[in-house]
């Protein structure tokens, strides 16, 4: 699949975005944090920040701007429309949830189930967002178990590392345990990219050239001819092939520069006093956000419609 | 609405497409894009149409496969595809805006194009590539099983079928309602075996597609030698020949 920029900003900007609200939320229920207000001033503007403009860039993409809103119709049957549902609906409770933080500087009593409400849709927004892909049965690398666990923890895990960065730039004590479960996260978005990538290589299910034209009882079905001489729509949108060696390439980038790194960051961080944690934390979120920027990327590149078995492909 | 329609009736128009006859010449496609770019979803962009890097929106394209069995031998067959109007089709119930929808009546998918937002997540959700953006309106395309054409009254009865079948000079397309079981469409397809594509991808095309029939006649068995390489002819051509090969092939 053709990976637009537009949608890869969209889905990583506003899951770090989401992920930090539903961050914020937790550790209020939690009262773990007090509502410091320049630290939420700080927390909620990137967050809000990182959802709106993941919200606009996938504006962008459309051809009619215009009419978005009308996609808040059919949440019926359409996990789009139940995304843009769910992030519409998210601004409210975030939104009284940051206001009692930053203007009246609680965090605790009724502000603190809004902060509740405001995480729990946080977390069906992406939801929403994953099983748009995950949803798709033409494209079989998305069609996977797999692939809703990697959104949501993804987005758990950027939007926790911008929380960690700011927690020890207030120099929360609650920095260092909270260093621990991103170093969790680390550890599972690990494990789950990987066995998204061995659930890849499996093609037992696959479509073939033979089941998309019914020809396979005459024997092995190949392309001759494709429809017209230049390339079409379906071709530059669906027909995106990433070269094999590069996709090693950048999937090394990922696990290595994108994840191993800046876990070793945070934990370095641990041992590190105030301001040195700061650091470690602020570049580990610099190759994280390259990482998962990487990781998006490819989970486009690397996805296979079915349709382009009808332009030579022979498993999809 | 996007959902499928809760009540559909018995009636399923579609189009049955004959691979044995099918000769590969692409005339339901042009005849299809004349229709359609004055039709239900006109127009039909193009991009660059007499330039180097031509592009546009079609409905139907032609897609020519080679099989070759296990035995080396091989058969050329012609393809031709468009919108299946699938049963439980997934463009439909991806669709956000209510604007993609299966018509209750016939089972016709079409595209609303004042409601379509152009996301493009329809022609992600459909396998068969039916579905083509238009970059100039900026919302989705699709065939329409010429609605505009098969119930219009100002045309002679004969006419009142998709431009694609009325033009194919072979006879390789039959358009119909597979909803009842007696239609010629449906007997056809009895008759012929004919298939459904892809049918893993759980969307029930209406479309079916009528298999190639056997080899009358085995291509060794046919008495006719291959001819031999002219490659390796051409140093023993005569001068002239070699001259005319020369200025042929400037
Ligand atoms: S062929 Fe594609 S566009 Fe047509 S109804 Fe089926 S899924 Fe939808
Ligand atoms: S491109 Fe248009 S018709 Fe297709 S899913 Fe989006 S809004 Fe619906």
């Known amino acids: 699949m053709h990976p637009a920029k537009s949608v890869i900003l969209f889905t990583t900007a506003s899951g770090a975005g989401y992920g930090l609200i539903a961050w914020l939320g937790v550790l209020a229920i939690l009262g773990l944090v007090p509502a410091d207000r320049g630290l939420g001033l700080i927390a909620f503007g990137l967050g809000f920040g990182l959802v709106v403009l993941g919200l606009v860039s996938s504006t962008f993409h459309l051809g009619h701007p215009e009419r978005a809103w009308r996609a808040l119709s059919q949440w019926r049957s359409s996990w789009l429309s139940r995304e843009g549902v769910a992030a519409v609906f998210t601004f409210l409770p975030s939104g009284l949830f940051a206001l009692g933080w930053v203007v009246l500087g609680r965090n605790d009593g009724a502000f603190a189930v809004l902060g509740l409400i405001a995480s729990l849709s946080c977390v069906a927004t992406v939801a929403c967002t994953a099983m748009i892909y995950a949803s798709l049965k033409t494209i079989r690398a998305w069609h996977s178990p797999w692939t809703l666990p990697a959104y949501l923890v993804m987005a758990a895990l950027s939007g926790g590392l911008l929380l960690l960065v700011l927690l020890g730039l207030w120099g929360q004590p609650l920095a260092g345990p909270f260093g621990a479960i991103v170093l969790a996260l680390f550890a599972a978005t690990l494990a789950v990219k990987l066995l998204y990538w061995r659930s890849l290589a499996d093609m037992d299910d696959a479509s073939t050239a033979e089941s998309a034209t019914g020809l396979g009882d005459f024997g092995k079905v190949s392309l001759l001819e494709a429809p017209h001489s230049e390339s079409n729509y379906l071709m530059q949108e669906m027909g995106f092939q990433v070269a094999r060696r590069h996709a090693e390439r950048l999937r090394r980038f990922v696990l290595f520069g994108g994840l191993a790194a800046p876990f070793v960051l945070v934990l370095a961080g641990l041992a590190l006093p105030g301001a040195g944690a700061v650091v470690a934390a602020v570049l580990a979120a610099l190759l994280l956000g390259a990482g998962l920027a990487v990781e998006r990327w490819l989970f486009f590149a690397e996805a296979k419609h079915v349709v382009t078995l009808y332009y030579g492909e022979s498993r999809a | ?250």
């Not at chain 2, 005849?31 to 770019?37: D, I, Q």
């Not at chain 2, 397809?189 to 969307?203: H, N």
């Open chain 2, 1 to 250: 609405m996007t959902s499928l329609p809760r009540n559909p009736g018995p009636t399923k128009l579609g189009l049955v497409i004959d691979l044995d006859i099918c000769v590969g010449c692409h005339a339901c496609a042009v005849n299809c894009k004349e229709w359609n770019t004055g039709g239900h979803s006109a127009p039909l962009t193009d991009h660059d149409p007499y330039g180097a890097d031509p592009s546009g929106v079609w409905f139907n394209r032609i897609h020519s496969f080679e099989v070759v069995d296990d035995d080396g031998d091989s058969r050329t067959v012609h393809f031709p595809k468009s919108c299946l109007h699938c049963d439980d089709a997934p463009c439909v119930t991806v669709c956000p805006t209510g604007a993609s929808y299966k018509r209750e009546e016939d089972g016709i998918v079409l595209v609303n194009a004042e409601a379509c937002i152009g996301c493009k997540l329809c022609s992600w959700a459909c396998p068969y590539g039916a579905r083509e953006y238009d970059e100039d309106a900026g919302v989705m395309k699709k065939c329409t099983l010429c609605v505009d054409k098969i119930y219009n009254e100002n045309l002679p009865e004969r006419s009142r079928v998709p431009a694609c079948v009325s033009t194919c000079p072979a006879g390789a397309r039959h358009f119909g309602d597979l909803g009842d079981p007696d239609s010629e469409v449906s007997l056809l397809v009895a008759a012929r075996d004919g298939y459904a594509l892809m049918p893993e991808q759980g969307c029930a095309p209406v479309n079916r597609y009528l298999p190639p029939r056997p080899k009358a006649v085995a291509a060794e068995s046919s008495g006719v030698s291959a001819l031999a390489p002219v490659a390796a002819e051409a140093g023993s051509a005569g001068m002239l020949a070699r001259w005319v090969d020369r200025m042929l092939s400037r």
